[in-house]
C-alpha cells in the first residue's frame, strides 16, 4: 500500500467516526466522547485536508455539519427562570460572597445562617404540582424556557405523581437534580461516555419506555414558583418535602461562618469517593427566605448561592511550546502548548499560563515536564513545574514586549488595587487586526448576536478575505464572492444570511454586551440598558459633553463602579470606537429596554438616594426602586422626580438643589412606608 492510498484510508476511518459521534451526540442524545475528544478528531481531519488537499474529492470536513435531530419536545417557559450559581474556589472566594451578602443587606458583622448542600453532577429539572397532581415536569433548557419531558420523568419512581398533603400549596415547583449511580453506571457504561450524559441522553428519549430502561434518580434541591409561600427558610422547605415523599440528600446541613463552611467543605471533599454518585462542589444558600428574597438575582445567578468547587483534577504532562494570544481588550496571554493529556475525562492540549508575572514566578520553560489542572470546566493552568527533569540547555521564556501587531504593549495602573496591572496589552483597539478579529469573534458569539454558521472559523477566514473588518460589514456582506469559497454552496448562504438578518433585531442589553467594552460583562450591559432605554438615548455618550454628564449618573448604579465608569469613557474617548459603533447602529433594529415594573411604585420615576439608610443599604435601596420601575440618577438635574434622603449624612447641597428645583423629597422614614405600603 503506497502512502497516498495509507493517507486516503486513514482520512476515510476518521470521517466515518466523526459521523457517528455527530449520530450519537444530534440524534440519539447518547453521545459516546467528550467534546474536546471531538473537536480533536475535527482537527485532525481538517489538519490533514490542509496537508493533503486531494483529501477533499473524498470528502470536506466543513461540509458535515452533524446530524439533524428532530423536535421532540415541545418548549414551555418556565414559570421562574432556572439560573445558574456564581462559583468559588478557595476560602478567600467564599468570604468574598458573604462579605458581598453583608455589604447589600447592611448586616456588617454578621454570621449569616447559610445552607449547604452537595452539588450533584447531573441534569437538572423542574416539576410543577398544581393542587398536588404532578402536571408538568421541564429540563432546564437554556434557563428561560425548557422542554417538556414529563412523561420520562415520570419513569422516575421515586418521584412522587400526586403529594398527599393537605398542606400542600395549590401551586408549587420543585427543582432537582437527576442523575445515575456510579454502580449502576457500571452496568450501562459500554453505551455512555459518563453518568451524567446517560442521564441527559435518557431523558431526552422519545419513548419513555427506553427512559424507564435507565436506573434515573433525584435529590430535590430547591424551588421556583410557590403559591402561596409558605415557608421561612430552604432548610423548612426540604424537611416539608421531605415528608411528603421527595428525596433530599442526606449530607445537606445548615451551617455559620467561614470556619464550619472549610470544615465542611473538607469533610465531604473526604467523604466523595465513597459516595455512589458525582458531586463537584457543595451549594451554600442564605437559609432564610425573606433574605433571599431581598439579595434578588443579578441577570443570570442569585445573590444569595453560591457554588464551592472541590479541589481541581491534575495530570502531568509536557510544555511543546509557549504562544502569545491577544484578546479582544487587548490582554496578551501566554499559552502553553502541551502534550495531549486526559484531565478529569477530557482530553486538553493547552494550558493558560495568565500572564508575564506567573511565567517568572514559577520560573515556565519550553521543555519543562508540568503538573495541570482543571477547576470549574476552564481551560486548565500549570499548578507547579519539576526541574528535575529540566534539560542542561533550557532557557528561561523571555516574553515579548510588543503585541503580534508590532504595537509596543503596556501594563496599567488599576485604581481599584492601586497597582500596576499584571496583564499587558496592546492599545490599538480596533487598529490592531488581532484585537478586531476577536472583537469580531465575541459579537457572533452565543451571548451577543448569536449568529449560527458564523462562528470562529468562519470569522478567521472572513477577515482574512477582507469580507468583514468591522461589525457592520457582518450585515453588508457580499454573498457572490462567499459563493466562489470551497465549501459554501447555496443552502449554507440561505441560511447564513437568514441568520444574520434574524440577529438585526436585538435587544438593547445584548447590543451593549456586544460591543466589547472592557470591564462590561452581561450583568452590567443590562444595568446601562435600563439606565439608557433605548439606542437613541444611549448614542449621546458619543458626544463629549454628553458623556460628562452621563458618566455622572452612570457611578450611582447599582453594579456599576468606577471601574465600569472609566472603561466606558476610555472606551468612547477612541473616535474609531465611535464611528464603528455608529455605523454598527445603523444596520439593527434595536428593542428598547422593557421596564421591569411598569405597574411599580416608582414607574417611570427618576429617583436619586442622598446619605446613609438605617434598615438596609444604599445598594439594596436602589436594587429596590429598579425593581419598582425607577431610574436611579447619580448628578442633579431638573429632570428628577424624587431625592430620597437617609437619615446618615446627607449631603446638604443635593437637598438645596432639590428644593431649587422643585423636586419632591422624601425622607428614610417616609420611603419605608411607600415600601410597606
Known amino acids: 500500500m503506497n502512502e497516498k492510498i495509507k493517507i486516503e484510508d486513514k482520512f476515510r476511518k476518521k470521517i466515518n467516526l466523526l459521523k457517528e459521534h455527530n449520530k450519537n451526540y444530534f440524534v440519539n442524545d447518547n453521545p459516546k466522547i467528550s467534546d474536546a475528544e471531538y473537536d480533536e478528531i475535527k482537527k485532525e481531519l481538517l489538519d490533514l485536508e490542509k496537508k493533503y488537499p486531494f483529501l477533499k474529492k473524498i470528502n470536506s470536513v466543513s461540509k458535515i455539519v452533524g446530524a439533524l435531530s428532530p423536535k421532540k419536545f415541545k418548549k414551555i417557559k418556565h ?42 453532577d447531573g441534569i437538572s429539572a423542574t416539576l410543577i404540582y398544581e393542587k398536588g397532581i404532578l402536571t408538568k415536569g421541564l429540563s432546564r433548557g437554556d434557563g428561560i424556557t425548557g422542554e417538556d419531558i414529563l412523561e420520562n420523568l415520570k419513569t422516575i419512581n421515586s418521584i412522587p405523581k400526586k403529594i398527599f398533603s393537605q398542606k400542600v400549596p395549590r401551586l408549587i415547583e420543585i ?5 445515575i449511580g456510579k454502580n449502576d453506571f457500571e452496568k450501562i457504561k459500554s453505551k455512555f461516555a459518563n453518568p451524567r450524559n446517560a442521564a441527559g441522553g435518557s431523558l431526552r428519549q422519545k ?8 436506573p434515573l434518580r433525584y435529590f430535590a434541591y430547591g424551588f421556583g414558583a410557590i403559591e402561596p409561600m409558605q415557608f421561612s427558610s430552604q432548610s423548612n422547605f426540604l424537611k416539608q418535602i421531605k415528608q411528603w415523599g421527595f428525596s433530599i440528600n442526606p449530607l445537606s446541613e445548615s451551617i455559620n461562618g467561614i470556619k464550619e463552611i472549610e470544615n ?16 463537584d462542589g457543595l451549594v451554600y444558600k442564605v437559609n432564610d427566605l425573606n433574605l433571599q428574597k431581598r439579595l434578588g438575582n443579578t441577570s443570570n445567578a442569585p445573590r444569595w448561592a453560591i457554588a464551592y468547587k472541590f479541589s481541581a483534577e491534575k495530570a502531568v504532562t509536557k510544555i511543546k511550546d509557549i504562544s502569545i494570544q491577544v484578546g479582544r481588550t487587548g490582554a496578551i496571554t501566554p499559552v502553553a502548548k ?3 493529556v486526559t484531565v478529569g475525562g477530557v482530553v486538553v492540549s493547552n494550558a493558560t499560563l495568565h500572564n508575564e508575572e506567573e511565567i517568572k514566578r514559577k ?18 493552568q500549570v499548578v507547579s513545574v519539576d526541574t528535575s527533569k529540566r534539560k542542561k540547555e533550557s532557557k528561561k521564556f523571555k516574553f515579548p514586549t510588543k503585541c503580534l501587531c508590532g504595537s509596543i504593549t503596556i501594563k496599567e495602573f488599576s485604581k481599584s488595587t492601586k497597582k500596576e496591572d499584571t496583564v499587558r496589552r496592546c492599545l490599538k483597539g480596533y487598529d490592531c487586526k488581532y484585537i ?12 451577543a448576536f448569536n449568529i449560527e454558521g458564523l462562528g470562529k472559523k468562519v470569522i478567521d477566514q472572513f477577515f482574512d478575505l477582507n469580507f468583514i473588518t468591522e461589525p457592520a460589514d457582518i450585515f453588508t456582506l457580499d454573498y457572490s464572492k462567499i459563493r466562489k469559497l470551497e465549501g459554501w454552496g447555496d443552502l449554507s448562504i440561505d441560511n447564513l444570511k437568514n441568520a444574520i438578518f434574524k440577529s438585526k433585531n436585538i435587544s438593547l442589553e445584548k447590543f451593549i454586551f456586544s460591543i466589547g467594552i472592557r470591564h462590561i460583562g452581561q450583568e452590567n450591559a443590562k444595568i446601562l440598558a435600563a439606565f439608557f432605554i433605548s439606542s437613541k438615548d444611549f448614542s449621546q455618550i458619543f458626544d463629549r459633553k454628553s458623556r460628562e454628564q452621563i458618566l455622572k449618573n452612570l457611578i450611582e448604579l447599582d453594579g456599576i463602579g468606577e471601574t465600569q465608569v472609566d472603561a466606558i469613557n476610555n472606551f468612547f474617548s477612541i473616535e474609531k470606537n465611535i464611528k464603528i459603533t455608529r455605523n454598527l447602529i445603523n444596520q439593527l433594529s434595536i428593542k428598547n429596554y422593557t ?19 438605617q434598615k438596609m443599604s444604599r445598594s439594596e435601596a436602589k436594587s429596590i426602586a429598579e425593581n419598582n420601575g425607577g431610574k436611579v440618577l447619580g448628578s442633579m438635574s431638573r429632570k428628577l422626580d424624587i431625592l430620597i434622603v437617609g437619615d446618615s449624612k446627607p449631603t446638604r447641597k443635593k437637598i438645596d438643589q432639590a428644593k431649587e428645583f422643585k423636586i419632591k423629597i422624601i425622607t428614610e422614614s417616609e420611603w419605608n412606608k411607600i415600601l410597606d405600603s
Open 79 to 120: 414559570l421562574k427562570p432556572m439560573l445558574s450559581l456564581s462559583n468559588a474556589f478557595d476560602k478567600n472566594d467564599m468570604e468574598d460572597f458573604i462579605k458581598k451578602i453583608n455589604n447589600f443587606l447592611n448586616t456588617k458583622n454578621k454570621n449569616l445562617e447559610l445552607f449547604c448542600e452537595p452539588k450533584i
Open 175 to 179: 427543582r432537582c437534580e437527576i442523575f
Open 207 to 214: 419513548d419513555p419506555r427506553e427512559t424507564s430502561k435507565i
Open 264 to 279: 465542611q467543605h473538607q469533610k465531604i471533599d473526604k467523604l466523595r469517593s465513597s459516595l455512589d454518585y458525582d458531586i
Open 338 to 340: 502541551v502534550q495531549p
Open 363 to 380: 520560573d515556565i520553560r519550553i521543555g519543562d515536564v508540568i503538573l495541570i489542572q482543571r477547576a470549574g470546566d476552564v481551560i486548565p
Open 436 to 447: 478586531a478579529r476577536e472583537k469580531l469573534k465575541h459579537i457572533v458569539s452565543k451571548e
Open 595 to 613: 421596564i421591569k415594573n411598569k405597574d411599580g411604585k416608582f414607574s417611570n420615576k427618576k429617583i436619586m438616594f442622598t446619605g446613609g439608610f
